[in-house]
Structures are given as C-alpha cells and as structure tokens.
C-alpha cells in the first residue's frame, strides 16, 4: 500500500469507525461517570432472570468486567471474572469479544464461556467486531467484523458477519455464502457486506443489513436452507422482539449518518418511529422488554445504557450509568 493509499485508506477507516458502534475504545475512562459510588459485589453464575448483562465502565476498580444487574430489585452490580470489549449471552452460553496486544499487532477473539462464565472455546476473528449475538436457545452465535479486503476496484473495507457453532466453537456460515433469493437480482450486485444478525426463537430464521456500494436492505434468512431474501429496502436491522413479532431496525436519514430508529411490525410491514430526540442511535440496540429497547449513549445527561419506549409515545432516559454493551437475559 503506498503512502497516499494508506492516507485515503485511514480516512475512510475514521468514517467508518464514525458511523458503525466500534465494541472497542468507544467510551474512555475520563468519559465514565464522576460518581462511581456503585455497589458491587462478585457472582459466579448468572443471576436469577431477567437481569442485565454488560460491560461496567465504574466503579473504576471494576472498569472492564462483566456485571450483572437484576431488572428488578437491587441496584448492586454483580461482577463476573470475565473481562469483555463486548458480550452476549443466551441460553447458558455466551461470547466474549477482546481484544489481545503482541507488540504492535492487535488482534480480536471471541470466547465462548458457559453459564459458569468459564471460557469453552476461542476463535480468531477477520476484523474488527462490531456486533455480537446470541440465539435465545444458546446454540448460535454471531459476530460482525469489519477489515480490509483486495476487490477489483482496489482496497475497501468489508463486513461481514459470520454464525458460530457455540457448543463446538467453530464457523458454521458465513453470510456471504447464502444464496440470495430474489426477483429483481440486477438490484443487488456485489460486492455484499452483512450486519447485525438477530436470531429469532427457533434459531433457525434470522435477521441481517445487506449492503453492497448502490444499496441497503433489510434481509430474513434460514441457516438450514442457507438463503436469505430482501425484506425491507434501506432498513438496518437491529433485534428482533421476544415476542418474535416485531423488529427494532434503523434507518440512515442524511449525509451526515443520522441513523433513525423505529420498530417494524413483521405482519403488517407497519414502522413506528421511536422518540429518539437530536442524538443519532449507532450502537448494537436490544430490547429490554416487550414494551422498550436499550442502547448505548455518552450524552451530557451521562454515559451508559439508555432505555427508549418502543411505543414511540416518550424519549429516551438514562438506565444504568456508566455501563456499555447491553444483553438482557430472560
């Protein structure tokens, strides 16, 4: 790569890592909240659900680990012995996404750990993670990385999301091998990147973005067929609802990569438009139950896990300070 290469190259990387929710150095220690006065005390084994999983950014001691939070009840944050860039965790197993230094090289895993949060398994990821999930059941999980790829046309950055066997820590598909089933294939030409898979409760259909250089859709696929077919166009997808009814997806509204969030009802292809206020939503959003999703935010009001009616009736509000990462476990 020459030098102006590497420039052009660095700068669409900074846009990228703009507009995508990096899981890595995304909140900074001065960004964690100013009062860590935060009740702790340490768990080795998932708390009773529903409760929420995620990566605590205070007290400071703490910064790094894996906490639990009941839903209901007490405030203490329960920590974990994993230490985690992101995670996601389902049916009694869960992935780790860190990040590994040797000299100069950086280099991202995912762990598989189980419901004693011991780790089970690792793999080498192609990329820089961005997105994590696993199916409700614990069997699949899946992990959206982004790199630099050799094309035709020169250098570019991909996406790509591949599905993981959890229970014998390897590769079960990538996304880019499914066949495409559509009626207008002239609209669709590669090269295609994949986002943000949401597994449904059976584990078998799921939720994607496609993306190639003219295009954005929103695609439903089945890893036993291995296909995948258009849903909606210009929609990202997010998580799907417990209920299996209803999808949280995303939208980009200007040049300036506002994403807009709402809820789509999977019968009647109806949006609802969430109250979001002026702050673009770009981070892996979850929902905490039937009736709101979670995400996570650094605005003036604090840093955390902010909680958005999926009704669209009223904004956003801080959840859980000085948290990243959101999962709910049920």
């Known amino acids: 790569m020459s030098r102006h290469q590497a420039t052009v190259f660095g700068v669409a990387v900074a846009g990228l890592v703009a507009s995508i929710a990096s899981a890595f150095a995304i909140v900074s220690r001065a960004d964690v909240d100013p009062h860590p006065d935060y009740r702790v005390a340490t768990a080795s084994k998932p708390l009773p659900p529903p409760f929420l999983l995620f990566r605590t950014l205070g007290p400071p001691r703490a910064y790094g680990r894996i906490a639990m939070l009941p839903l209901r009840g007490t405030e203490t944050r329960y920590l974990t012995s994993l230490r985690c860039s992101r995670v996601a965790y389902a049916g009694g197993r869960g992935l780790c996404l860190i990040e590994e230094a040797t000299g100069d090289m950086v280099t991202h895993v995912a762990e598989i750990f189980d419901r004693s949060f011991e780790r089970q398994g690792r793999l080498a990821l192609a990329g820089v993670p961005t997105r994590v999930r696993v199916s409700p059941d614990g069997r699949f999980g899946a992990v959206t990385t982004y790199a630099e790829e050799e ?175 959101p999962a709910v476990v049920r």
């Not at 790509?160 to 996304?175: N, R």
């Not at 990147?193 to 078998?204: E, G, I, K, N, T």
């Not at 892996?284 to 009736?291: G, I, K, P, R």
């Open 151 to 325: 094309s035709p046309a020169g250098e570019r950055l991909a996406i790509e999301s591949v599905v993981i066997d959890l229970k014998s820590a390897t590769v079960l598909a990538d996304l880019r091998d499914f066949r495409l089933e559509t009626d207008d294939a002239d609209a669709f030409v590669g090269p295609f990147d994949f986002a943000s898979v949401s597994f449904d409760r059976d584990s078998d259909r799921f939720f994607a973005t496609l993306s190639t250089q003219t295009r954005r859709s929103l695609v439903v696929g089945s890893l036993r067929q291995r296909t995948l077919r258009p849903l909606e166009p210009e929609f990202a997808s997010e998580a799907i609802s417990p209920d299996g009814a209803r999808l949280v997806v995303k939208q980009r509204v200007s040049d300036r990569g506002f994403w807009r969030v709402a809820i789509l009802d999977l019968a009647s292809r109806k949006e609802q438009p969430l109250q979001q206020g002026d702050r673009s939503i770009d981070d892996q959003v979850e929902w905490l139950d039937e009736n709101h999703v979670v995400y996570h935010d650094a605005r003036e009001e604090g840093t955390g896990v902010w909680v958005l009616a999926a009704d669209g009736q009223s904004g956003p509000r801080l959840l859980v300070p000085a948290a990243f990462s």
